[in-house]
């Protein structure tokens, strides 16, 4: 039966006009229990029987993450890992245990995306560390896709979260994971606006590293290009080290626009060949 499916679910989506690339399965979540793993296998080789193109994606939770060693068994088989990583933290405390998981996945040609959980009562006054820093922090270590759990999840009225004194009701189960609040369209919220912000900030980096690629190519001086990108290096580890000073991310944005101006300037003053 299962086998069926996955040909029949995999031939809808493609008469969808989806590619591999736009969709994977996602039948286990976490893998959490020991016991769960021969299951996982025998759903994983069957998916890959059925169609060895097809994507299989893996969250990889807190206690995956510390016991990820039993995990590396369903590694064959695993196209798109999505550990769970706290990017206000990973660069501060060192983490050299999830580094060494982040190089394992890479290690065996998937791609490697991240998430973590969020909810507002932890956020209320720290939408830059929880929020904006996230792309950032995805961007420094190197990982494809970043996230949430989750964007738009709530129970009851998303709107009715707080009491009489303006605080957060701690057990009423709507105040949990919530991004973006309900409405005929989705209402943003400071949270989603620190999101879109550590975004556009990495942007500018991508900017930067696209403007070196075209200057190293016209033969601007290779020092002035290794400066840049030492300078890209540094920004990064401030940004996400330093996370106390929220006016770091644009005070280097204004420094990599005049980066980025430079390279322009010098990559047109060199004379074609």
């Known amino acids: 039966m299962l086998r069926a499916w996955v040909k029949e679910i995999i031939s809808h989506l493609k008469s969808l006009g989806l590619d591999y690339d736009q969709f994977a399965f996602y039948p ?10 021969p299951n996982a296998l025998n759903e994983y080789k069957i998916i890959k029987e059925v169609d060895a193109k097809a ?32 990017f206000y933290r990973y660069f501060i405390t060192g983490e050299p245990s999830r580094k ?20 507002r009562w932890k956020v209320k006054d720290q939408n830059y560390v929880y929020f904006r820093l996230k792309p950032v922090g995805a961007y420094r270590t190197g990982v494809k896709g970043y996230g949430f759990w989750a964007y738009n999840v709530w129970k009851g009225n998303p709107w009715e979260v707080f009491d009489e004194k303006g605080d957060v009701k701690q057990g009423a189960g709507t105040e949990a994971l919530a991004v ?94």
């Open 28 to 37: 286990w979540d976490e893998l959490s229990s020991n016991q769960d793993l």
């Open 55 to 86: 994507r299989i994606f893996l969250t990889v939770g807190g206690s995956g993450m510390a016991h990820f060693d039993r995990l590396k068994v369903v590694a064959p088989f695993i196209d798109i890992w999505c550990p769970h990583i706290f």
């Open 100 to 119: 060494a998981i982040l190089d394992f996945m890479r290690s065996t040609g998937a791609e490697v995306w991240s998430y973590e959980n969020t909810g």
């Open 180 to 273: 973006v609040y309900s409405g005929p369209e989705p209402v943003t919220t400071p949270r989603w606006e620190g999101l879109r912000e550590g975004m556009n900030d990495v942007k500018y980096f991508e900017v930067l590293k696209q403007e070196i690629a075209v200057a190293r190519q016209k033969k601007v001086p290779e020092e002035v290009l290794t400066a840049t990108e030492q300078m890209i290096d540094k920004a990064l580890k401030e940004i996400t080290e330093k996370i106390e000073n929220p006016d770091l991310p644009l005070s280097w944005r204004q420094k990599i626009v005049e980066a980025i101006l430079h390279l322009r300037a010098l990559s047109s003053q060199v004379p074609a060949r």
